[in-house]
């Protein structure tokens, strides 16, 4: 299936096929870990944050493999499905920790028959509770959990400050439940349908959770929060590590002399030389050049430069 059948700026209506698309981008999507190759060094630093009961800080520039670290840890380790939080200026710890629908709540006991009458009967609180991507990391389990703490220094300034208290105590409190008639009170989970019981409104771990926090370098962190952290910065990609990297995601060899190792040579002599560019970047570029239906001459070369540009500017 030869792409040149696609948009073609016609205007003419017409029905295509695509042709398969590369193997990161199949829905639903793959394990994404079992393609990673650690770049040097890395392995130590995970090993020392397990072993330490630590959170791994990982920085880097965009596209060096930060948030897919901790997809191979957890497959390798059987850690279970990665817990996810994405943070942002607007994320909160209570939010990580647990999330209440107050007016969700409210609503119901409105609507319930009789609600006036017997307010204690319609009191129930759980469905309106969910445990957040940290909260469920701290529960009680006996083996460690994975969570994934995304974009931290995209974070307001006084979260990562807050957030090292919780992970030093390994326990949180749910104020809602604290002060609630009934315990235990089963609350649902970050991933899936699973309900946890909650005693009391407290949560305290008992295996500390295997922690990845990463970080574009947008912002420093107090020496008290950098402390606490395994820190690892991932390094400028060399030949032999890209090569084994696009080996890796195309299920084929790098040909020595062919046009993937040229690209590959010649991605490596602009990241020396100061150019802001991802790995992902280098392995779109590197599918239109193994697909036998991919572009050839001249418009190959146009598509390699498109996709391949810099990503500092627009
Ligand atoms: N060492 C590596 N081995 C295999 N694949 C890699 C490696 N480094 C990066 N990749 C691939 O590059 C892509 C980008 O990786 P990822 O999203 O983890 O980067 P990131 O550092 O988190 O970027 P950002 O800062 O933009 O979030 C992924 O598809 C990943 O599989
Ligand atoms: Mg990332």
């Given at each position: 299936?030869?792409?040149?059948?696609?948009?073609?700026?016609?205007?003419?209506?017409?029905?295509?096929?695509?042709?398969?698309?590369?193997?990161?981008?199949?829905?639903?999507?793959?394990?994404?870990?079992?393609?990673?190759?650690?770049?040097?060094?890395?392995?130590?630093?995970?090993?020392?944050?397990?072993?330490?009961?630590?959170?791994?800080?990982?920085?880097?520039?965009?596209?060096?493999?930060?948030?897919?670290?901790?997809?191979?840890?957890?497959?390798?380790?059987?850690?279970?499905?990665?817990?996810r939080w994405h943070l942002t200026s607007r994320s909160t710890l209570a939010d990580a920790l647990c999330r209440y629908d107050a007016l969700g709540r409210l609503h119901a006991q409105r609507l319930q028959p009789g609600a006036g009458d017997a307010p204690a009967d319609h009191d129930d609180i759980a469905p309106f509770l969910r445990l957040g991507p940290l909260g469920t990391a701290l529960l009680p389990s006996e083996r460690p959990r994975a969570l994934l703490i995304d974009e931290v220094d995209k974070s307001d300034l006084d979260l990562p400050?807050?957030?090292?208290?919780?992970?030093?105590?390994?326990?949180?409190?749910?104020?809602?439940?604290?002060?609630?008639r009934h315990s235990p009170v089963p609350v649902r989970g970050w991933a899936g349908d699973q309900h946890h019981p909650i005693e009391r409104g407290r949560v305290q771990c008992t295996a500390f959770p295997f922690i990845v926090m990463t970080s574009n370098g947008e912002r420093d962190f107090p020496a008290p929060f950098l402390r606490r952290c395994i820190r690892y910065r991932m390094p400028k990609p060399t030949d032999a590590m890209l090569r084994h990297v696009v080996a890796a995601h195309l299920g084929c060899d790098v040909l020595e002399g062919g046009p993937v190792a040229e690209l590959i040579t010649s991605f490596v002599?602009?990241?020396?030389?100061?150019?802001?560019?991802?790995?992902?970047?280098?392995?779109?570029?590197?599918?239109?050049?193994?697909?036998?239906?991919g572009p050839q001459g001249e418009q190959r070369e146009r598509l390699v430069r498109l996709l391949v540009r810099e990503l500092a500017g627009d």
């Amino acid at each position: 299936m030869s792409w040149t059948t696609y948009y073609v700026g016609d205007g003419r209506p017409r029905d295509v096929v695509l042709a398969d698309p590369p193997p990161w981008r199949t829905f639903p999507r793959k394990p994404l870990g079992t393609q990673f190759r650690p770049p040097q060094g890395l392995t130590d630093a995970v090993n020392a944050a397990l072993h330490l009961r630590r959170p791994l800080l990982l920085t880097g520039p965009a596209g060096s493999g930060k948030s897919t670290v901790i997809e191979q840890v957890s497959a390798e380790l059987r850690l279970g499905p990665v817990l996810r939080w994405h943070l942002t200026s607007r994320s909160t710890l209570a939010d990580a920790l647990c999330r209440y629908d107050a007016l969700g709540r409210l609503h119901a006991q409105r609507l319930q028959p009789g609600a006036g009458d017997a307010p204690a009967d319609h009191d129930d609180i759980a469905p309106f509770l969910r445990l957040g991507p940290l909260g469920t990391a701290l529960l009680p389990s006996e083996r460690p959990r994975a969570l994934l703490i995304d974009e931290v220094d995209k974070s307001d300034l006084d979260l990562p400050s807050d957030l090292l208290d919780v992970l030093e105590r390994g326990e949180y409190e749910i104020p809602e439940l604290v002060r609630h008639r009934h315990s235990p009170v089963p609350v649902r989970g970050w991933a899936g349908d699973q309900h946890h019981p909650i005693e009391r409104g407290r949560v305290q771990c008992t295996a500390f959770p295997f922690i990845v926090m990463t970080s574009n370098g947008e912002r420093d962190f107090p020496a008290p929060f950098l402390r606490r952290c395994i820190r690892y910065r991932m390094p400028k990609p060399t030949d032999a590590m890209l090569r084994h990297v696009v080996a890796a995601h195309l299920g084929c060899d790098v040909l020595e002399g062919g046009p993937v190792a040229e690209l590959i040579t010649s991605f490596v002599e602009r990241l020396h030389a100061g150019e802001s560019l991802a790995v992902d970047q280098l392995l779109n570029a590197a599918h239109l050049l193994t697909d036998p239906d991919g572009p050839q001459g001249e418009q190959r070369e146009r598509l390699v430069r498109l996709l391949v540009r810099e990503l500092a500017g627009d």
